[in-house]
Each structure stands twice: as structure tokens, then as C-alpha cells.
């Protein structure tokens, strides 16, 4: 693709400061993102779909670098909050939604480790996660610390960095998937509910 290059800029939560916030994520605040917005706007040409289309297939040359924002996972506050700001600054995001909450009434991995240190001390939650997996025919483990420590390096604590990296990478995906549920139903409750909150 010749012409100027594009930017993909990717989000997950934008949340309200003030407002009622998970402990368990770290979201964006509307005003950050706001500051961004302001930024991208200033530098780049903001692509709708016909646009980038375009783009892709050879068709449309921006004159000046472009971009696009997108957003993973389809959680609440990609309607709620992120939505009407886009759309007062005539602006267009692309929405990448994980179906399992709707049909399944579960959460994705990532957003129940996001529930249960939003629930659990994370000591307690780490110590939890240890016994639940030892108890695992098979022998999984959960990751190197290392490692934990080299990828999630942003986190602010050894538990949160080795939960996470247990469930994201170090453990079997059905491992991760049966560890997990089992802890949100004794630390979390109602995992329809959770799907239907987040």
C-alpha cells in the first residue's frame, strides 16, 4: 500500500471519573481519552469504514496520515459512554465484540480475572488459584514468574502480574476455563449477572 500510513489505535474500558469503577480494571478515563481524541484529530485523518475500505483496497488515498480507533471486547461502556463521544465529534469507532457474554451468558477469561480481583484480595485470590490448580488432574502450571513479571510488568503487584498471566497464557485453555469458573462462582456469584453488568 503506498501513500501516507495509517494508525490503528485500539481501546478496552473508557470509564467516567467519579463514577462507579470495578477495582479489578484499569480503564481509560473520559477525559484522557478525550485528550487523545484531540490529539489523533489534530494529526491524523480519522477514517470511517467506506474510508479505510478504500484504503485496503486501493481506491481512496488519504493525503495525510490516517487512523482509526477501535475497540475490544463490546463491554458496556463502549455504548454508554464511549459512543455519545464519538459521535458529538463526528467520529467513527470500530467495535470488536466477544459473542460469549450474549450467548453463553459467561464472561471471556480476561474479563473474569478482571471480576475477581474486582472482588478478591489478590493474595487470597493467587493462593486460591494455586490450590485450585494443584487440585487439576494433569499436573498444569501456572507460568514463570519471570515471565509474569516481563509481560504484565505495568501491574502493581506479583499476584496480579502471575493471575493474570496464568489464565492468559501459562495454563491449558480448558484449564483456565474450568479454574476460573469454579472461582467466580465462590468468590463472584452469578456469572450471568457479571456478563450482563460488564
Given at each position: 500500500?503506498?501513500?501516507?500510513?495509517?494508525?490503528?489505535?485500539?481501546?478496552?474500558?473508557?470509564?467516567?471519573?467519579?463514577?462507579?469503577?470495578?477495582?479489578?480494571?484499569?480503564?481509560?478515563?473520559?477525559?484522557?481519552?478525550?485528550?487523545?481524541?484531540?490529539?489523533?484529530?489534530?494529526?491524523?485523518?480519522?477514517?470511517?469504514?467506506?474510508?479505510?475500505?478504500?484504503?485496503?483496497?486501493?481506491?481512496?488515498?488519504?493525503?495525510?496520515?490516517?487512523?482509526?480507533?477501535?475497540?475490544?471486547?463490546?463491554?458496556?461502556?463502549?455504548?454508554?459512554?464511549?459512543?455519545?463521544?464519538?459521535?458529538?465529534?463526528?467520529?467513527?469507532?470500530?467495535?470488536?465484540?466477544?459473542?460469549?457474554?450474549?450467548?453463553?451468558?459467561?464472561?471471556?477469561?480476561?474479563?473474569?480475572?478482571?471480576?475477581?480481583?474486582?472482588?478478591?484480595?489478590?493474595?487470597?485470590?493467587?493462593?486460591?488459584?494455586?490450590?485450585?490448580?494443584?487440585?487439576?488432574?494433569?499436573?498444569?502450571?501456572?507460568?514463570?514468574?519471570s515471565e509474569a513479571r516481563r509481560l504484565y510488568h505495568y501491574e502493581d503487584s506479583i499476584e496480579r502480574m502471575r493471575i493474570k498471566y496464568a489464565v492468559n497464557f501459562a495454563l491449558p485453555a480448558v484449564v483456565a476455563d474450568r479454574v476460573a469458573g469454579r472461582l467466580i462462582a465462590q468468590f463472584a456469584g452469578d456469572e450471568a449477572k457479571l456478563a450482563e453488568?460488564?
Open positions: 500500500m503506498k501513500g501516507p500510513y495509517g494508525l490503528a489505535v485500539m481501546y478496552h474500558s473508557v470509564r467516567r471519573r467519579g463514577e462507579p469503577c470495578p477495582s479489578g480494571i484499569r480503564p481509560m478515563w473520559t477525559d484522557e481519552f478525550e485528550r487523545q481524541l484531540d490529539w489523533l484529530t489534530e494529526r491524523f485523518e480519522m477514517l470511517d469504514g467506506e474510508r479505510l475500505s478504500g484504503v485496503l483496497a486501493g481506491t481512496y488515498r488519504p493525503k495525510e496520515p490516517w487512523c482509526v480507533l477501535t475497540f475490544d471486547d463490546g463491554t458496556k461502556d463502549h455504548a454508554t459512554v464511549v459512543t455519545p463521544i464519538l459521535s458529538r465529534r463526528g467520529l467513527v469507532g470500530f467495535f470488536f465484540l466477544v459473542s460469549e457474554p450474549w450467548v453463553d451468558r459467561r464472561l471471556p477469561a480476561t474479563h473474569r480475572v478482571h471480576a475477581l480481583l474486582s472482588t478478591v484480595p489478590e493474595r487470597t485470590l493467587w493462593e486460591t488459584m494455586v490450590e485450585a490448580v494443584q487440585a487439576e488432574p494433569g499436573g498444569a502450571g501456572l507460568g514463570e514468574e453488568e460488564w
